[in-house]
């Protein structure tokens, strides 16, 4: 059995749902992240994917290259996140998302 771009689209697809799903129903900020941090991962899985099983781009790596970038653009996304929920950790004492109306610098 071969893995054809549709396995791809299938795995992204599950990936951004399981990602949705986390952020719509967590109440806490760090589990809000972790959630946005796979909804993330999903078009990251299927560029590559794709880049990978068609004939033009697979010799020149592009998929993969624009994997990298789309990742390392994730991580900063993510570590901005974390100080945001490290400072509301800090000013309120809780990361519960529900309590919070408005962050005041």
Do not use: W
């Not at 059995?1 to 799903?21: D, R």
């Not at 990978?52 to 991580?75: C, M, R």
């Amino acid at each position: 059995m071969t893995i054809g771009s549709g396995h791809y689209a299938v795995l992204a697809g599950l990936l951004f749902c399981i990602g949705l799903a986390g952020v719509t129903t967590r109440r806490n900020a760090p589990a809000q992240l972790a959630a946005l941090g796979v909804m993330f991962l999903a078009p990251v899985i299927a560029v590559v994917g794709f880049s990978q099983t068609e004939g033009v781009l697979k010799a020149a790596n592009t998929g993969v290259a624009i994997g990298l970038i789309v990742f390392l653009s994730l991580f900063a996304q993510l570590a901005v996140g974390g100080g945001v929920v490290a400072l509301l950790a800090r000013r309120r004492h809780s990361v519960d998302l529900d309590s919070v109306e408005r962050l005041e610098a």
